[in-house]
């Protein structure tokens, strides 16, 4: 690789291009060869990570880095190298350390990538390395983290005027804004996003959020423009594999998912496009929820893939996505298992959407599920509505998370949860709590 294409890949990386970057260096890796610790190859790899190909990534590590599973490990192999670590070297060996789950050591290697940077002036590079932080901060459940270091890409982007950056980083903020309840803050961010947005691929990336918001605020028109035929266009004929991923999330939000359509065709596309890839959590999550069966499962067990002990969104997502194909396949005790585990995980984590969407599944069909006890005194007998309250209480929902899975005020449910009380003659909400107290038995 000569010094031309260095710098091409370089010009690339500040135009937000990651895709066409990565491409041009493992080109040109794969045409001159080269030992594995060679620098060219070492820049490839930084790039795969910089955009979050953890497949292809691999293909690039050198023995040593990849058998790596501490931050001493990581060290040791710094010390083999000549001169000092690259930025693109740090945030290599910090996907490298999020495959053994140590959060920390992820996070301070982000940390030194996003810091070698600056002093490298690769700016790019520096807001890279944050939003690769923020990303496997979400992974983990650390959403505090993933916050400030989004904020800090945000300034960063404007500083040095990469507007491309700056769009890929407020859609990043604005999803977990959303994720977390924050509407308003998201829908401010994805505002400034859209302004700086610049091609297609960049627009695909910020239509999951654009089209959720637009659902949630029951707006019809923006929804079908987040879901334009340019989106989809995106979702079926796009190189650039997470821009793809990101237009089908959009696609499938919408809820128009139907056999045999372009948006299957779609989902099929991304999830053979997408497996075991980090940046495509909720496409699998969503394809157990929608997707034919064939792609129900393949969504579902690629999260399993996904799942280790510190990856707790990914966790979420699994037991979210099998409690769906559960649903699915009639298996009523199990799937009301996962959607209730689903939904503490979610819960503690901070992702009120999610959670939402799980406690939303607890509650489906439940007359059929949880039919009225023969022989029960109609003083006590809970109705449907009551039922659903009481059943997300003993799932550890507050009156707020209740009332945001069934759609009504929280002074709704403190009338149900009173009448509940009345009925059962039971004390405090506590009570309903206990599973002898309840009336789905």
């Known amino acids: 690789m000569d010094v031309a294409d260095e710098e091409q890949a370089e010009q690339l990386i500040a135009r937000c291009r990651l895709a066409e970057a990565a491409a041009r260096l493992a080109a040109a890796c794969h045409d001159e060869g080269g030992d594995a610790e060679g620098s060219r190859k070492r820049l490839c790899a930084g790039v795969y990570a910089l955009l979050g190909d953890d497949r292809n990534l691999a293909g690039f590590v050198a023995p040593q880095l990849l058998a790596s599973r501490s931050a001493a490990a990581v060290a040791s192999h710094f010390e083999s190298l000549e001169g000092e670590p690259a930025s693109h070297d740090y945030l290599t060996a910090a996907v490298v350390l999020s495959w053994a789950t140590d959060a920390t050591g992820v996070y301070e290697l982000c940390r ?3 810091d070698r940077a600056l002093v ?3 700016f790019a590079f520096a807001v890279g390395s944050l939003e690769r932080l923020a990303h496997h901060a979400i992974l983990f459940g650390d959403l505090e983290i993933a916050r400030n270091a989004l904020e800090e890409a945000l300034r960063l982007a404007l500083l040095h ?13 604005a999803r977990l804004a959303f994720d977390a309840g924050d509407s308003e803050r998201a829908g401010e961010l994805l505002a400034r996003a859209r302004m700086h947005a610049r091609n297609p691929e960049a627009i695909a990336l910020l239509a999951p959020v654009g089209a959720a918001l637009a659902i949630d605020a029951g707006d019809d028109e923006a929804a079908a423009a987040w879901t334009a035929p340019e989106i989809l266009e995106t979702a ?8 793809a991923i990101a237009a089908t999330v959009a696609l499938l939000s919408t809820r128009a998912f139907v056999p045999g359509s372009s948006i299957a065709t779609a989902l099929r596309r991304a999830l053979l496009r997408s497996s075991g890839a980090t940046y495509a959590v909720e496409l699998f999550s969503l394809a157990a929820r929608y997707g034919e069966i064939e792609e129900a499962r393949l969504g579902a ?13 990914c966790k979420g997502h699994a037991l979210l996505a099998r409690a769906h194909l559960l649903f699915r396949g009639g298996e009523r005790a199990a799937w009301i298992d996962h959607a209730g585990d689903a939904a503490r995980a979610f819960s503690a984590m901070g992702m009120r ?9 607890l509650v489906r069909q439940e007359n059929e599920i949880f039919p009225r006890r023969r022989g029960r005194p109609m003083g006590s007998a809970l109705t449907g509505r009551e039922q659903q309250v009481a059943h997300l209480i003993r799932r550890g929902a507050r009156n707020r998370e209740v009332a945001a899975a069934l759609q009504i005020s929280e002074h709704t449910v403190e009338r149900h949860v009173s009448s509940i009380l009345g009925r059962l003659g039971l004390r405090s909400r506590w009570q309903i709590a206990d599973p002898k107290n309840g009336s789905e038995h």
């Open 112 to 114: 030194s990538a996003h």
């Open 120 to 122: 490298e002036k690769r």
């Open 161 to 173: 005027r990469l507007s491309e950056w700056f769009s890929r980083s407020a859609g990043a903020a």
């Open 236 to 243: 079926l004929g796009s190189l650039d594999t997470e821009s």
């Open 301 to 313: 067990d690629a999260l399993n893939a996904l799942v280790a002990p510190n990856r707790k969104y």
């Open 353 to 361: 959407r999610w959670m939402n969407e799980a406690m939303l599944l």
